[in-house]
């Protein structure tokens, strides 16, 4: 038996259903380090401050290495499975 769903896709649609994923689970990072960052400096937050935080230069850049580094294992995946050498795995999670 067979699954007729996924033998109906395209690899351009698992594309735009893996990139739609990767774009919504860094929004949630992205929140996630916003809210460390206040609760650093704040007993209590509302979703309001995460909106209205502005990154400052330091905190963007460490944003922006990590947003490359997960980009990077999620759409490296693919490669992972192909390439099983323990030093390319280690490559590829940026150590």
Avoid: C, H, N
Avoid at 22 to 41: G, P, S
Avoid at 53 to 79: F, H, I, M
Avoid at 81 to 92: E, F, G, M, S
Wanted: negative net charge; without cysteine; hydrophobic residues 45%.
């Amino acid at each position: 038996m067979t699954d007729a769903t996924l033998d109906a896709m395209s690899t351009d649609d698992l594309a735009r259903i893996t990139m739609a994923l990767v774009q919504q689970v860094w929004i949630m990072r992205d929140r996630m380090a916003i809210t460390e960052k206040l609760l650093e400096t704040k007993a209590g937050i509302t979703p309001e401050m995460i909106d209205d935080y502005v990154q400052t230069p330091d905190v963007r850049a460490e944003l922006e290495k990590l947003r490359a580094l997960y980009v990077s294992r999620v759409v490296g995946a693919p490669l992972a499975a192909r390439q099983r050498t323990v030093p390319d795995i280690l490559k590829r999670g940026g150590f």
